[in-house]
């Protein structure tokens, strides 16, 4: 049996999203965490431009945890540079963006992945094998909403994105998979109030309304202004309904409910936890099934063309709840 050497990995943003990668790499058995853009991470090297880091000849491959407008350019960058490529989701904030990611992902043959790493949570994934039972998908809702703290606190940028590239990029992916099928249009509005008067531009809430080239539609909500004395951070509901069953998910709670003096929470697990010491949960398996990809040079459950989409969609809904029109995609 041939023995693959480890995967050298270099980290790109060191922010939340940049250690929740760090901590998950470093617990692979077949990586090294190299390298890092910014910030000390553990005894990887530190490069204050992601160029330089890309150039080093330290890595195989880069995990991108940048905001969300800067994707594009690393990943071209480092597709171009013969590494592979995780990176957060949304794939990018542009579908041109998006198109010469994937053109240049494609040319370079790197195994490339957008982390969208629901398909990898348990409930989403039984309800993928279960679609068969529900027959062809008819409508569907999904629900991705957050407290307040998120655009106020927890991210810097929140006015360099919104509420649907931060949240409903998850569940667009989502449905699209369970429906195995592309949206072909939607209608999208957006209400802003709150936040602009925190002197933060971006919507308070947006609600999509999407049509799917088999004629399935879907509703995506997000949001992100709820009290931060909501007992969970994220408020998340998906239901499908088919031509012969329906699916429903509320992963509000996750099995554990914690009540102290201070506040009653039920606290998240299926995304990520620790068990032992041990990173575990739906986003650990998301990013080892990249490395693993990447080391044996297998297409990833989720395509590049495929979160390009998702950009699309995304893209369209913006242009749609400027315009107030519905917007057909290409």
């Known amino acids: 049996m041939t023995h693959l050497p480890k995967l050298r990995v270099g ?6 999203m940049g250690r929740g990668h760090a901590e998950v790499l470093t617990a692979h058995p077949d990586v090294e965490l190299t390298a890092v853009s910014r910030s000390p991470l553990g005894e990887a090297a530190v490069y204050s431009d992601y160029r330089d880091l890309i150039a080093s000849g330290t890595v195989d491959a880069v995990s991108i945890t940048t905001p969300d407008h800067l994707h594009a350019d690393m990943m071209v960058a480092a597709a171009r540079a013969g590494l592979h490529i995780l990176v ?7 579908v041109a963006d998006a198109d010469r990611a994937v053109a240049a992902i494609r040319e370079a043959g790197v195994i490339a992945m957008c982390l969208f790493n629901h398909r990898w949570v348990p409930a989403y994934a039984q309800a993928k094998q279960q679609m068969e039972l529900v027959g062809e998908p008819v409508v569907g809702y ?4 957050d407290t307040i703290y998120v655009p106020t606190e927890m991210i810097r940028w929140a006015d360099q994105t919104s509420c649907a590239w931060f949240l409903s990029s998850h569940d667009i992916d989502l449905l699209s998979w369970l429906y195995d099928d592309r949206v072909v249009e939607v209608f999208a509005t957006a209400r ?5 008067g925190m002197g ?3 919507p308070d809430a947006m609600q999509i309304q999407a049509r799917f080239s088999r004629g399935a539609v879907a509703t995506f909500e997000s949001a992100w202004i709820y009290p931060n004395t909501f007992p969970t951070m994220v408020d998340s509901y998906v239901t499908v309904v088919g031509e012969d069953g329906v699916i429903q998910l509320d992963r509000q709670k996750e099995n554990i409910q914690v009540a102290t003096a201070k ?3 039920y606290p ?14 739906a986003y650990r398996d998301a990013i080892h099934h990249f490395v693993d990809c990447a080391r044996t040079g297998t297409e990833p459950l989720i395509s590049v063309e495929s979160s390009r989409d998702v950009t699309a969609v995304l893209a369209a809904a ?3 709840a400027r315009t107030g029109l519905p917007v057909r995609l290409a």
């Open 88 to 94: 957060e989701k949304p794939f990018t904030t542009t």
């Open 318 to 320: 913006h242009e749609s």
């Open 263 to 265: 506040a009653y929470a």
């Open 11 to 16: 980290i790109i943003g060191a922010g939340i």
């Open 192 to 196: 802003h109030g709150k936040l602009r």
């Open 268 to 281: 998240r697990n299926m995304l990520q936890r620790v068990v032992h010491g041990v990173p575990a949960g």
């Open 142 to 145: 999904a629900r991705k909403d």
């Open 200 to 202: 933060i531009e971006t």
